[in-house]
């Protein structure tokens, strides 16, 4: 009996072992959980994409410069060339940054000037290049709400007129520029603040007087020909006349002649009539 009771404590005790063995244990054989994921940002969404036509430039904290400003843009290069070679450039940076007239430009892309026809522009003087460049400039700063209530025609730096007759009009939320042979839009803005405004055209600005053909003056006809009447023709003979010509001594030529004859007539009556005895 004493045996059995301490075979059952035995039993207990290495039961109580075990099982305390078991608590310690499990702990460390539990498979550590991997510690739970941070969430994941969304990426932020994109500006909205500007169309292809605009290109965004940051308004000049120093001087401004048309030239600098279109060079950055990379599309204007034939534009660029005839600022430079008119001289145009000079004039705007005087004005731009001496005075306080602003200015707006309508600059065309290399792609509108090829598709001028060929020779187009060496076929101009250097006068109508340089009107062709001023042509493009408003002497004032228009903004993009602007358009919608300008007068026409618009006056340019090329002068104002029949001659460059510059007409804007608004309508479908598009900005639409004629001039009498150049139809077009404005398609995007390169550059804007409160002293200048660059858009981009896409088509040459073309002034009706430069280039439309000239009309010859009409040929006159026939029934307004009438003929010239002929010269007189002079002549050297004078009319006859009866005056007679003076003499030293008071007697004219014909008076002598005349007492000359009679003088002779009555000689010959006094011969005859010593002869017939009278």
Same mark, same amino acid.
């Given at each position: 009996?004493?045996?059995?009771?301490?075979?059952?404590?035995?039993?207990?005790?290495?039961?109580?072992?075990?099982?305390?063995?078991?608590?310690?244990?499990?702990?460390?054989?539990?498979?550590?959980?991997?510690?739970?994921?941070?969430? $994941?940002?969304?990426?932020?969404?994109?500006?909205?994409?500007?169309?292809?036509?605009? $290109?965004?430039?940051?308004?000049? *904290?120093?001087?401004?410069?048309?030239?600098?400003?279109? /060079?950055?843009? +990379?599309?204007?290069?034939?534009?660029?060339?005839?600022? *430079?070679?008119?001289? $145009?450039?000079?004039?705007?940076?005087?004005?731009?940054? %001496? =005075?306080? %007239?602003?200015? =707006?430009?309508?600059?065309?892309? #290399?792609?509108?000037?090829?598709?001028?026809?060929?020779?187009?522009?060496?076929?101009?003087?250097?006068?109508?290049?340089?009107?062709?460049?001023?042509?493009?400039?408003?002497?004032?700063?228009? +903004?993009? =709400?602007?358009?919608?209530?300008?007068?026409?025609?618009?006056?340019?730096?090329?002068?104002?007129?029949?001659?460059?007759?510059?007409?804007?009009?608004?309508?479908? +939320?598009?900005?639409?520029?004629?001039?009498?042979?150049? %139809?077009? =839009?404005?398609? /995007?803005?390169? @550059?804007?603040?409160?002293?200048?405004?660059? @858009?981009?055209? #896409?088509?040459?600005?073309?002034?009706? #007087?430069?280039?439309?053909?000239?009309? &010859?003056?009409?040929?006159?006809?026939?029934?307004?020909? *009438?003929?010239?009447?002929?010269?007189?023709?002079?002549? %050297?003979?004078?009319?006859?006349?009866?005056?007679?010509?003076?003499?030293?001594?008071?007697?004219?030529?014909?008076?002598?002649?005349?007492?000359?004859?009679?003088?002779?007539?009555?000689?010959?009556?006094?011969?005859?009539? &010593?002869?017939?005895?009278?």
């Amino acid at each position: 009996m004493k045996q059995q009771s301490l075979s059952s404590i035995s039993l207990l005790l290495l039961f109580l072992h075990f099982t305390n063995s078991l608590a310690q244990l499990s702990p460390a054989a539990a498979p550590t959980q991997p510690p739970p994921a941070a969430p $994941v940002k969304a990426p932020p969404a994109p500006p909205p994409a500007l169309p292809p036509s605009t $290109v965004q430039v940051q308004p000049s *904290k120093g001087p401004l410069d048309v030239v600098k400003i279109l /060079g950055k843009a +990379s599309h204007f290069s034939v534009f660029v060339r005839l600022l *430079k070679a008119t001289q $145009v450039d000079s004039e705007l940076f005087l004005q731009l940054n %001496n =005075t306080n %007239n602003g200015a =707006t430009i309508l600059a065309p892309t #290399d792609g509108a000037f090829s598709g001028l026809k060929v020779g187009t522009l060496n076929s101009l003087s250097d006068g109508d290049k340089i009107e062709l460049v001023k042509f493009h400039v408003v002497p004032e700063v228009i +903004s993009t =709400t602007q358009f919608e209530t300008v007068s026409n025609p618009r006056r340019t730096l090329a002068g104002a007129g029949k001659r460059f007759a510059l007409n804007v009009t608004t309508g479908n +939320s598009m900005v639409n520029i004629t001039t009498g042979l150049t %139809n077009t =839009t404005i398609s /995007g803005t390169v @550059y804007a603040d409160n002293r200048l405004a660059i @858009y981009q055209i #896409d088509n040459v600005l073309l002034p009706l #007087d430069m280039f439309t053909p000239k009309t &010859a003056a009409p040929a006159p006809s026939p029934s307004s020909l *009438k003929a010239a009447p002929a010269p007189e023709k002079a002549t %050297n003979s004078s009319p006859a006349t009866d005056t007679p010509v003076a003499d030293p001594k008071g007697t004219s030529a014909s008076s002598e002649g005349f007492c000359f004859s009679n003088n002779v007539v009555l000689l010959a009556a006094a011969m005859a009539s &010593a002869v017939l005895g009278f």
